[in-house]
Every structure is written in C-alpha cells, then in structure tokens.
C-alpha cells in the first residue's frame, strides 16, 4: 500500500497539467474543482476513518476522494438536481460512512439540525477537515433559489454570507484541525475584484484561526481553454485586463480558545 504521505505538494504554487478524471470523477459541473485539491488536503490534514465536511458538495468531488482514501463525509448542497445525482454514484459504496444534506449553510438553525443528526447518524463527534468550494459570487449562478451564494452580485453581502456560513460550521471542526477555502477573484465593471482576499480577511477577523497557507494554483489541460487561448490573448491585449488562470487555496488552522 502506498504511503499517503509521498506525494504530497508542500509548495504554495500547484501547477497541474490535467484533471484527474479516474473512477466517479466526471466535469459535469460547472465550477466543480478539481479532484487533485481534496486529494492533497485530505491527505496531509486527516488520517483513515477521519470525518470531511464538504460546505458546497457540488457534484461529488470531495466525497469520491474521502471513498478512495476511506474517510468519513458529510457533505451539504442548495441545488436538489446535483444532489439526486450524486447520490446516484454513491449507491454501491461501503468502505466509508457518510451523509448528503441539502441545506441552505448559511441558515444557522437548518445547518444546525442537519449538521447534527448527520454526525448523529455517522456516530462521529467532530469533522476534522472542511472543504469550502463556495460560488465566486454571482459569476455563475448554480440554482434560482434566492438563498443561493451564487444569486449575490453585492461583495460586502457575499462576504457576509460566506463568513455565517463558516460560523454555522465551525464549532464541528475539532480543535487544532482545518478549514480549506478554494477561492478566485472575480471581474466587474472593468476591475479587478480580490475576492480571495476579501474571503481571508473575513476569516481572519471573526474566527479563532492561523493562516497556514495562501496556495496558488493553476491547470492548463482544459482542452476548451486551450483552444481559445490566442482568442483571450487577442482580447487581453485589446484591453488592458489579465487573463483569470489561477484560483487560491486558504488553508486555516482552528486554534483554542
């Protein structure tokens, strides 16, 4: 058996060719993340039997790494479609314990029964990694249901937002353990807008937590990015704006208090 450990990416620049599109993994989703960024935290921040809190479980990604490395999930979604379908994949599992909500995460007393009787459920006390993949805002808009993130084009309301949703989460994460935010900034009205930086600052500001790391990372195998390259190239230059490649990946240590 390999050890989980080798392999592992300490750099804070991941440069990755291609997805990892092996076994459940499928991009059937726009704004799924790549199957690579969960591998490598829950790899080094969780060891076998442990409990992953996925806040926007999207199309699966997080749960089909916790099968292969046999970790517990609980994992939580507005949009019922991508829920059902999920579900649909995890039909024949066995090898691990877990639990799909669909739940606004933002409303506290939802997230709060759900969250509870999933741990109930999974006889596990506290998570030990979460995983938060949120909307960049109203960039692309995932389900037409108000409470949605992805419905909010304000940033002050998005950050908000994001930060009651990491309050609603937080006091299931076992001291001493993670909280992973995958994060991009956005473009509006011609600028440039950090929302990375937003999305850090607020954590910082509200939540008992040290910065382990700011994680740039870039893909280059989409096959449709690359087609288009010299089209976005002709179009920056026309401009006067960069072309969006990265996405950050925040790593928080929960401390005591």
Not at 2 to 22: C, H, P
Not at 32 to 60: A, V
Request: charged share 30%; net charge neutral; proline share 2%.
């Amino acid at each position: 058996m390999t050890n989980e450990r080798e392999n592992i990416n300490v750099d804070s620049l991941w440069l990755i060719d291609e997805r990892d599109k092996s076994g459940k993994h499928a991009n059937v989703y726009h704004g799924n993340f790549i199957p690579q960024i969960p591998n490598q935290l829950i790899r080094r921040y969780t060891k076998e039997n442990d409990t992953i809190l996925d806040l926007f479980m999207g199309s699966g990604t997080t749960l089909y790494e916790c099968e292969n490395l046999n970790r517990n999930f609980i994992g939580f979604d507005i949009n019922t479609e991508i829920i059902d379908y999920v579900k649909s994949k995890m039909t024949d599992t066995q090898n691990i314990k877990f639990k799909i909500n669909e739940c606004d995460v933002a409303n506290e007393t939802l997230f709060k029964e759900k969250i509870e009787n999933s741990l109930s459920e999974l006889d596990v006390e506290k998570a030990q990694l979460i995983l938060a993949h949120p909307p960049y805002m109203d960039i692309v808009k995932f389900t037409e249901k108000a409470e949605d993130l992805s419905q909010i084009a304000d940033l002050t309301t998005f950050v908000k937002q994001f930060a009651q949703v990491v309050k609603n989460a937080f006091p299931y994460l076992e001291n001493k353990k993670y909280l992973g935010v995958v994060i991009a900034d956005v473009y509006k009205k011609s600028e440039v807008v950090p929302l990375a930086f937003y999305v850090l600052d607020a954590v910082k500001r509200n939540f008992n937590v040290k910065l382990k790391g700011i994680i740039i990372k870039n893909i280059e195998g989409n096959r449709g990015k690359l087609r288009q390259k010299n089209i976005w190239q002709y179009r920056a230059l026309k401009s006067d704006y960069f072309i969006f490649k990265h996405e950050y990946i925040l790593v928080f240590k929960k401390e005591e208090r």
